[in-house]
């Protein structure tokens, strides 16, 4: 990889949130969005001929604030209307409002209340583009329908999280999410209860509207799996990688395990006695601050993480076997502070990175 | 190496045993290098399946369709006037309009909690972990923070409780690093009687463990105890666990053949007494007491002296000496030979075989089934149409002629109670009552049933007494005890002074207050009923959370209530004082607090756990007031109107000393 370019955004703030928006073909122009400050930004950048490191053409297309100060910005997320399939951003921060904004017609139009404080993260169903998941400081995951408003499912209670719920991630067939914390847990939760299945066939026949009927919100208290043993600190980020998880804590390494027994079958059920297998160990220096959050490519063969110094490792996970994952570290001189956050484009050739002084760096491989 | 390294490496091992047993074993598993492969080069096939089914989109970006910022700001459909910029160094890269997001309200912050309807104990030693109040507080508090995670990372070695000193015992004496072995330490010698007694016992029985484990223990941790000790806890631990009858199996093919008395007792140890109960989540610290309470003499229904169908053991002259019979008309013979079978066939098979029966030998007896004629017999003494009824798979004659083959319970040998001897009788345990500080009492010691055989309950043997606790109905003392609570005998509504378990804080017991609640189930406030037991039958008022005209969060209520109208119960977790003081600090900091006194030892904490009422907020002139209650022998808080209060009025009651931490939630 290499640096084809960085700029500033004018507020100075930290950006914590940055999301290349993967459903579009990155061999012309790139799109993404950053979140920060009481900003959410989408910018677009037409993608340079490889080797070529001269040009750094970027373009600012759309730029939303908060009219509260207080607002600040943690998380993006591209998903796109089932219907006209014109994109949609999603942003949430520190006010715990979930906003769904449509660039194609630049306006916000969904605002999402109910978590009782901040939203660290959203991500979008895989299969489904109108199911948003959100993770919040109130100690809940919930699952809401971009259609009709519905909240269908609250993740949390007597065997959910304990403190806040720092990330989440859907697996690839939108079946199970998993989730992680300050309170040192994993846990894997069921998306795929009859139970589940059904709210979310309601939550489309819903009419936030029409009815005074409120929809019934399915409250789950108890995940399928849940540990404490993978870290010992604060686990600030974890994404599915097929049947493992690759998760990390601020203990300066990124651990991808997997949730109960190796051998055993996906539909296998795992409980929450269940132990874990702990398949490989990454080091990665430097990570010993917490709210730092990695990415992959769409084929997970690639794995871009930023440090507390403003460097980018990044392992090759298509490897035989884990022991040969090899870390490249991608450094500029000018890049020296805490990075927050990588988004890779569709294809893993570029990424983008956003850190704590505003800036935003674009790599791209060779 | 010196003797005092070794003892700091001692500590280390056990510390980090210690950490494990109370944290419970970590789960993780180091792996094989070839199952790694084959386990990583699956996972890759299935990405590459998954990718497939997933087959993401790909959409069209296209740029035309988006209004620029510039023309936004020109139609001036958005008001955003302000620009922003993109630098690169000091060259502004690209700038346009913001479009400002209309204004949306948030809710007040909340944090995940769980309704519950009673109290409940939560699990103890549960792992926790140092919250995060910012950075602000990170770096004024360091003190704080610091005392935290040395809270968080303390070991505890006093936690360890029966089962988990043996575990510790056996972890250490399962360690191998021979450098650890220093012989010739001082440390290892045995210094007492015991000591080497024990050292020589450990020699001839490679099962138990080493005498330095317990050396060990001793020289890490003097305050736990001394060597001497843990040989001996060990020692009585390793009888109790021997003696101890693991849960047997009581059904299914496995079943064993046991009495009725073991056959229930997982049963029996896992009901509550005072709730009815299994696995009661709130009275887990009493003590078991293996020991029958005083039964009233049973009084039976009489046998049922026909036959109960047409094969019925009874109409089988063979048995007749045994029991009663009567002629059978030949009417009522045909109508219950008319009679379908009780169960059918596919219903028998299903039991059978949940009973272990294979389903051609339904005529023989499984050890499931002789367990359940045991517990069953005991229930229905000589009535084995009865038991046969329950069973489902055996016929009374079967049952019948298996009780003869057992030796059969007989109603005449069932339990012979003694005749009670009422040494006190009601007026005695009124008196003592009376002379109780004019019969009120605070009662502000947590209730434990007392149970010492063979005494009176007397100072300095009664746990109750020495409390300062009336006996209650739980207790393991006879029902005539002169200290227990003799109850009310109101005829009114028991919502005054003049009713003794209103003055002593007390709500009335429908086992005690025989003229207020007796056969009184539908309390009816216009009529004089009993007026003292909303707690305990969850009367309370239809509550609603909203958004507080004072700060964050406030409980309205949804229906009109009277001066001194039940409200809603405070529950929460019950926590001792130790856990008490160390999540009060953390709530101090975050300026969220949900604990209530409850009585000297237990606070509870509606933080994670609790009900609406949780959500009230403090005010000086409150609209309604708190009251602990003694109900049942639990300490409850009831929460009561203070004055009229109209359905949709904020609900507001005053904190004050009891309530642990600060003045707003």
Redesign the interface.
């Known amino acids: 990889y290499h640096c084809t370019g960085n700029w500033r955004e004018d507020h100075g703030q930290a950006l914590f949130g940055v999301a290349v928006n993967p459903y579009l073909s990155d061999t012309d122009t790139l799109v993404f969005a950053t979140a920060g400050f009481n900003r959410v930004t989408v910018y677009q950048s037409p993608q340079q001929p490889q080797g070529n490191t001269g040009s750094n053409e970027i373009e600012m297309v759309q730029c939303y604030a908060d009219p509260d100060p207080d607002e600040n910005f943690y998380t993006v997320a591209w998903s796109y209307d089932a219907d006209t399939k014109k994109p949609i951003l999603a942003a949430a921060g520190v006010r715990g409002i979930i906003r769904i904004l449509s660039p194609a017609s630049m306006s916000c139009i969904r605002n999402f209340i109910g978590h009782g404080n901040a939203i660290n993260e959203l991500k979008f169903h895989p299969k489904d583009p109108n199911i948003l998941l959100s993770v919040s400081r109130d100690h809940a995951l919930r699952v809401w329908n971009l259609k009709t408003e519905a909240n269908i499912v609250i993740f949390g209670g007597v065997e959910g999280h304990r403190d806040e719920v720092l990330s989440a991630d859907f697996d690839m067939s939108g079946e199970k999410i998993v989730s992680c914390g300050m309170d040192h847990s994993l846990k894997v939760w069921n998306f795929n209860t009859e139970n589940i299945k059904e709210a979310v066939k309601a939550s489309y026949q819903t009419n936030p509207n029409g009815s005074k009927i409120t929809f019934a919100t399915v409250n789950c208290h108890f995940p399928e799996f849940s540990t404490r043993d993978i870290h010992r600190n604060y686990v600030d980020c974890c994404r599915w990688f097929g049947d493992f998880i690759i998760s990390k804590s601020c203990e300066n390494s990124v651990i991808c395990w997997k949730p109960g027994n190796l051998d055993a079958n996906r539909n296998e059920k795992t409980t929450i006695e269940d132990e874990s297998t702990i398949i490989q160990k990454l080091d990665a220096k430097d990570c010993d601050i917490w709210f730092i959050r990695f990415s992959m490519d769409s084929e997970e063969k690639c794995l871009a993480l930023g440090n507390r110094t403003g460097k980018i490792l990044v392992w090759d996970l298509d490897v035989e076997h884990p022991s040969d994952i090899r870390c490249s570290v991608l450094s500029n001189p000018k890049c020296v502070s805490t990075i927050r956050q990588t988004s890779m484009s569709r294809s893993g050739n570029t990424i983008i990175a956003v850190c704590d002084d505003a800036t935003i760096w674009r790599w791209q491989k060779n | 190496m010196t003797e005092d390294e070794l003892l700091k490496k001692w500590r280390d091992v056990l510390e980090r045993e210690i950490v494990q047993i109370t944290?419970g074993q970590?789960?993780?598993?180091?792996?094989e290098?070839s199952?790694?492969?084959?386990?990583?080069?699956t996972?890759?096939k299935?990405?590459e399946s998954?990718?497939e089914?997933?087959n993401?989109?790909?959409?069209?970006?296209d740029?035309e369709?988006?209004?620029?910022?510039n023309s936004?700001a020109n139609g001036g459909k958005?008001g955003?006037s302000?620009k922003?910029?993109?630098?690169?160094g000091k060259k502004v890269?690209?700038?346009?309009?913001?479009?400002?997001?209309?204004?949306?309200?948030?809710?007040?912050?909340?944090?995940?909690w769980?309704p519950i309807q009673r109290n409940l104990m939560p699990d103890k030693a549960l792992?926790?972990?140092i919250?995060?109040f910012g950075d602000e507080v990170i770096e004024k508090d360091k003190n704080f923070i610091g005392s935290l995670e040395e809270e968080v990372n303390h070991v505890n070695i006093e936690s360890l409780n029966d089962e988990k000193f043996l575990q510790l015992v056996e972890a250490v004496d399962k360690h191998k690093d021979a450098k650890l072995f220093n012989v010739k330490s001082e440390v290892f010698h045995p210094k007492s009687k015991c000591e080497s007694q024990y050292c020589s016992e450990s020699a001839k029985n490679g099962s138990l463990p080493r005498l330095f484990v317990f050396q060990v223990i001793h020289a890490c941790y003097p305050e736990y105890g001394s060597t001497e000790q843990h040989i001996n806890r060990y020692k009585n631990l390793n009888k109790s666990l021997r003696k101890e009858q693991f849960a047997p199996n009581i059904d299914g093919p496995d079943a064993m053949d046991l009495p009725a008395e073991k056959t229930l007792h997982t049963f029996k140890t896992l009901l509550c007494r005072r709730c009815f109960l299994f696995d009661c989540p709130l009275h887990k610290d009493d003590p078991p007491v293996d020991e029958r309470l005083q039964q009233p003499n049973a009084k039976y229904l009489p046998l049922p002296t026909e036959p109960c169908n047409s094969n019925c053991y009874k109409n089988n002259n063979s048995n007749g000496a045994l029991s009663p019979r009567t002629p059978m008309s030949e009417r009522r013979k045909e109508k219950l030979g008319d009679q379908k079978e009780l169960y059918s066939d596919e219903y028998k098979m299903e039991v059978a075989a949940y009973l272990g029966g294979s389903n051609s030998k339904l005529d023989s007896w499984t050890n499931a089934e002789k367990c359940l004629y045991r517990v069953l017999i005991g229930y229905y003494p000589g009535n084995f149409c009865a038991v046969a009824k329950i069973l489902a798979t055996k016929s009374c004659e079967d049952v019948f002629q298996f009780s003869v083959k057992e030796g059969s319970t007989s109603r005449g040998e069932k339990r012979k109670v003694a005749p009670k001897v009422n040494k006190f009788g009601k007026s005695s345990q009124a008196q003592l009552y009376k002379h109780t500080e004019n019969g009120w009492k605070e009662n502000k010691k947590p209730y434990i049933p007392c149970h010492h055989p063979g005494s009176d309950c007397l100072p300095g043997v009664c746990s109750c007494r020495e409390n300062g606790n009336f006996c209650e109905k739980f207790c393991y003392c006879p029902i005539s005890c002169s200290t227990r609570f003799p109850g009310c005998r109101c005829r009114g509504n028991c919502k005054t002074k003049m009713c003794p378990c209103f003055f002593a804080s007390r709500e009335c017991d429908p086992d005690l207050c025989n003229n207020c609640l007796d056969g009184k189930l539908e309390l009816n406030p216009s009529t004089n009923s009993c007026q003292n037991v909303y707690l305990q039958r969850y009367l309370g008022k239809k509550l609603h959370v909203a958004q507080s005209d004072i700060a964050g969060m406030g409980c309205f209520l949804g229906e009109t209530a009277e001066k001194g109208d039940f409200i809603a119960e405070y529950v929460g977790e019950m926590i001792n004082q130790d856990e008490c003081e160390s999540r009060g600090r953390v709530y101090d900091k975050s300026k969220m607090s949900y604990m209530f006194t409850l009585n000297d030892e237990y606070t509870l904490d509606a933080a994670?756990f609790g009900g609406i009422i949780r959500f009230a907020n403090h005010s000086s002139k409150p609209n309604c007031q708190s009251k602990i209650l003694l109900v049942n022998g639990d300490h409850r808080i009831g929460i009561y109107a203070k004055q009229k209060i109209e359905k949709g009025e904020e609900l507001f009651f005053d904190y004050g000393k009891d309530f642990v931490g600060h003045d707003l939630i």
């Open positions: 944290a970590p789960k993780v598993k180091k792996l290098k199952s790694v492969l084959n386990a990583w080069q996972n890759r299935r990405i998954k990718l089914d997933r993401m989109p790909l959409l069209q970006w740029v369709d988006f209004p620029s910022n936004m958005t955003g302000k922003v910029k993109l630098m690169d890269v690209s700038e346009g309009h913001v479009m400002d997001l209309p204004k949306a309200e948030t809710c007040p912050n909340w944090t995940t769980i792992p926790t972990n919250p995060y994670r």
